[in-house]
């Protein structure tokens, strides 16, 4: 039997084993995991959800260690288990989840070239205020499109014709999923003693090029102050607003989740230059 303080300081005692307690962390792990990376907006040029899923089917607590073990999927096994489309488009999405250290390697592969992976889930946090302030931006959205409702309501009532302020651009709602995402442990670590026979083909390098809209993708993040004022007098150039929200758009350039589509249209379009 073990005990555990819980947040308001009471001591509550656990009848369940180790083995028991590391599968449930192991399950609340998977879960955050999941969430993470479906509103991750460095995963949305591929089914990344769809293959972390796969891989996490696959994540076991040792029994003996009682830590997590390493997982393997090929790409046949992540179009099967994942109803991914394509070959290509299963190793886009491993490659996103390499790059980003959602998989990170162990250096070991199985009999039959497979190469094996810890499961992290390393971006939580960024992820979460990246949601929080997609969520803040769309709720000034939403408060602005129902001020002009009002207005525009209140002039039909006094016969005036109404000119519309409403910027023509919305926000892409489908880039930002309301999913709540809570910093957890890195959990990780082990071995996976299953084996799937399946035949993995080396990875090839992954091109933001072949899987997705150049404007949806995250602009790179600057290696100084200096290029990152550059990139932010680039992209507020012409517009009215950049005063207001260069700040926002700065820490989000930073933060590597300021996407050209979404700096579009909190800035909305640019003012025509005087003839």
Known sequence: ????????????????SPYQVACSQLVAFKLKTIETVAADPKLHGAPC?????????????????????????????????????????A????ALLVDNHYLVTT??????????????????????????????????KDAERKKEERRRKNMKSAHVPVESTTPENGC??????????????????????????????????YSP???????????????SDAEAEAMMDQICAGRPGATILRARLMSMLKMGVLTLRLANNMLGPKQEAAA
């Open 172 to 205: 892409p709602g489908s880039n930002y999923q309301d999913v709540p995402v809570e910093s957890t442990d890195k959990y990780h670590r082990g071995y996976l003693g299953d084996s799937l026979y399946e035949v993995e083909e080396p990875l090839k390098g």
């Open 209 to 223: 090029d072949q899987i997705g809209d150049e404007e949806t993708l995250p602009l790179p993040i600057p290696e």
């Open 107 to 140: 250096g070991t592969t199985t009999k039959d070239g497979c190469v094996r992976y810890h499961v992290e889930n390393p971006r939580a946090e960024v992820v979460k205020m990246h949601t929080r302030e997609a969520a803040e931006y769309l709720s000034e």
């Open 91 to 94: 190793r886009n999405a491993r």
């Open 49 to 89: 959800v769809q293959a972390i899923v796969v891989y996490l089917s696959f994540l076991k607590v040792d029994k003996v260690s009682l830590k997590p073990t390493s997982v393997y999927a090929s790409s046949l096994t992540l179009m099967a288990r994942g109803g991914i489309k394509s070959d290509r488009t």
């Open 1 to 16: 039997m073990s005990e555990y303080i819980t947040e308001h300081g009471e001591i509550i005692e656990d009848t369940r």
